[in-house]
């Protein structure tokens, strides 16, 4: 739409430009005032929706968030300031320290999608006919709602006929009711969550090869370089861009990790698989309760692992800019 | 090329790479097969334990029960009138937001745009009580309205990484000729870059698309009833409502991810370029 209505009215206009020149004197220096407060005026009013937007649905509700966790609140009545009680209670309460743990499992296994997405992404890097629907049919995970994705796992999973335990079954093992498995539970959502994000770690692997040097693969091949040696000493040194998101996006996702636990499970067995981001949706929100504040530090303490992460990646692209990549 | 090209390669080796891929996939989708085969099986076969059999009979009726039998119609709806204007909302923002960062110079310039990076990366619990609370108080709670507008002021983040550095990249002469012959700011906005960003707007709403649509947590956050809930709330609901029919559990299913996958198939190109944005940078 954007394509037909700008054409027309761009070329109809261009003649105004050159028109420019030939105004009298004394408007033209009120133009040219009014040109150089523009170019100071217009960023501002290119940001001002899409800044008070930010500012009012994002940042500031962090700050909010940092008060309420210093209340008890039910959401609806009084607020009563309880300073740091909250937080207090959070290192008695043995919930947390599970879903904290859970987290940790979550960022330390889902790293697994790195390597992973570069082995299909290795795998993948072909000219063979077909080789397109291939790779897009591969990606196809990661465009799959994870609510979606948490069904086809839970029914992978289903005890007695799940497809997991007929093949445990075909290998001689006796079936897993994984998902009621206080031991499984959290290896068994890890398992369905790596299953996207391998794909888009795959994607991003496979744009990356194709932009490897091919001169200085030649030239190591020359040298003998083959295979593994290839691999690490060539080609990965090359792919650090793509690493690089492909470890930034891990380690978010790790960290948002929700919808999965709420749909193939709820946090259960007795509160076994919970997450923070679960644990927090729980006390703040769901039958269990609406305990606000104790759900904000809950999130507060959430927040403030991402923001390590977060720090580590400003002051990389802080790098980048001052570099001017 | 690495690794080295199959073709030249041994006949083995190429026969056996052949050979890999189909099965490979297979094992891949392994899941997702199952779950397209179920949704079409009648529930009889799942009474009676074929569960991985051929389907005694191709039952398209699971899909027309699910459309029937529960509101998945209007859930699918509602997504598209939470997904649709988000697009528009945020990619709109973010070409004005980008485009500012992207050619001005002034001294908050990198702070704000360290500020949409970041707040693009917190997590969602961080947000939640307070824009629960907001979206109360302005009476849009259990409305398509509240959930786009919170939609929007988040997906902007995102897209004015995006769009900054996709303008960052073209090249400055065309701004700075045409500031020289005179063009207002806004012109040279609406002429001069807003014509070259086609490929970014495209890129970005495919992704805001599948983005939005798969969003869940929001749509619980935000959403209360049936009638304002996107279809990944929806079939939550259906889930519970159906404990054990899971013929119908996985029609749903596909249902509910068809939308973002034609998306996805339709415009591989751009949603792929958006993606991996950043990727071979450097």
Redesign the interface.
């Known amino acids: 739409m954007s394509e037909q209505a700008l054409a027309p009215v761009s070329s109809g206009n261009s003649p105004k430009f050159s028109g420019g020149p030939t105004t009298s004197g004394a408007s033209k220096t009120r133009s040219s005032k009014w040109i150089a407060n523009q170019r100071k005026l217009a960023p501002w009013l290119f940001l001002a929706p899409g800044v008070v937007m930010f500012l009012v649905y994002v940042i500031a509700p962090i700050g909010q968030s940092l008060w309420i966790s210093l209340y008890e609140w039910d959401g609806i009545g009084v607020k009563t300031f309880i300073s740091i009680a909250n937080y207090i209670e959070l290192i008695d309460d043995e919930a947390f320290y599970t879903a904290l743990y859970n987290n940790v499992l979550w960022l330390v296994l889902y790293m697994l999608a790195v390597p992973a997405g570069l082995l299909i992404a290795i795998f993948l890097n072909q000219t063979v006919t077909g080789i397109r629907i291939y790779k897009s049919l591969f990606f196809f995970p990661f465009v799959i709602s994870q609510i979606v994705v948490g069904l086809i796992f839970s029914w992978f999973y289903a005890p007695n006929f799940g497809l997991f335990t007929k093949l445990l079954e075909f290998m001689g093992m006796e079936g897993i009711a994984i998902l009621a498995d206080e031991r499984f539970v959290t290896y068994g959502i890890i398992v369905a969550g790596l299953w996207p994000q391998i794909a888009y770690c795959m994607i991003l692997y496979l744009t990356g090869l194709n932009n490897v040097s091919p001169d200085q693969i030649e030239a190591a091949r020359l040298d003998g370089a083959k295979g593994w040696k290839m691999l690490w000493y060539v080609i990965i040194p090359q792919l650090r861009p793509a690493t690089f998101i492909a470890v930034v996006v891990t380690i978010i996702g790790a960290l948002r990790s929700f919808d999965l636990v709420s749909i193939m499970t709820s946090g259960g067995p007795y509160g076994s698989s919970r997450v923070l981001s679960y644990y927090m949706y729980e006390q703040a929100l769901s039958e269990y309760g609406f305990r606000m504040g104790y759900g904000a530090a809950i999130a507060v303490v959430l927040f403030a692992i991402m923001m390590v992460f977060i720090t580590l990646f400003i002051v990389r692209m802080l790098k980048d800019e001052r570099e001017g990549y | ?3 080295t ?3 030249n390669a041994s006949a083995p080796t190429r026969v056996a ?2 050979v890999a ?1 189909p099965i ?2 297979v094992v ?5 097969i ?2 397209m085969v ?1 949704s079409i099986r009648p529930g009889s076969d ?1 009474a009676m ?1 074929n ?2 059999g051929v389907p005694s009979s191709f039952e398209l009726g699971n899909y027309l029960t699910v459309f029937q039998n529960t509101p998945m119609g209007l859930f699918i709806m509602n997504s598209f009138k939470v997904t649709i204007p988000t697009v528009i909302g945020a990619v709109a ?2 070409c ?2 980008g ?3 992207a ?2 110079k ?1 001294k908050t ?2 702070w ?1 745009f ?6 693009n ?14 979206t109360l108080k302005m009476g849009l709670y259990d409305t398509v309205t509240g959930l786009v ?2 939609h ?3 997906q ?2 995102f897209c ?1 990484l995006f769009m900054r550095n996709f303008i960052k990249a073209l090249p400055s002469e065309l701004i700075e000729a045409a ?1 020289v ?7 040279i ?3 001069v870059v ?2 070259l960003m ?1 490929p970014a707007i495209a890129a970005l709403s495919v992704l805001i698309f ?1 983005f939005i ?2 969003d ?2 929001w749509a ?2 935000l959403v209360q009833g049936t009638h304002a809930m996107p279809v ?1 709330g929806g ?2 609901s259906l ?1 519970g409502q159906w404990v054990a029919q ?1 013929h119908l ?2 029609a749903g ?1 596909v249902v ?2 068809m939308p ?2 034609i998306m ?2 339709l415009m ?1 190109k751009h949603f ?1 370029a958006g ?2 944005l ?5």
Request: aromatic content about 22%.
């Open positions: 090329m690495f690794p090209p199959v073709a790479y052949k891929l490979s996939l891949w989708l392994l899941p997702l199952g779950v179920t799942l334990g569960y991985f923002l973010s004005l937001t485009y500012a960062l050619t001005y002034f310039n990198l704000l360290f500020m949409f990076v970041a707040g990366f917190v997590p969602f619990q961080i947000l939640m009580v307070p824009v629960r609370d907001l507008l919170f929007v002021a988040f902007t983040g004015t500031r012959e005179g063009v207002s700011e806004l012109r906005f609406w002429f807003l014509p086609r599948t649509w798969n869940f947590f619980t956050v990944t079939i939550i889930n899971w559990v996985s299913s509910a991810a973002p996958v996805f198939f591989q792929i993606l991996t950043g990727a071979t940078k450097g």
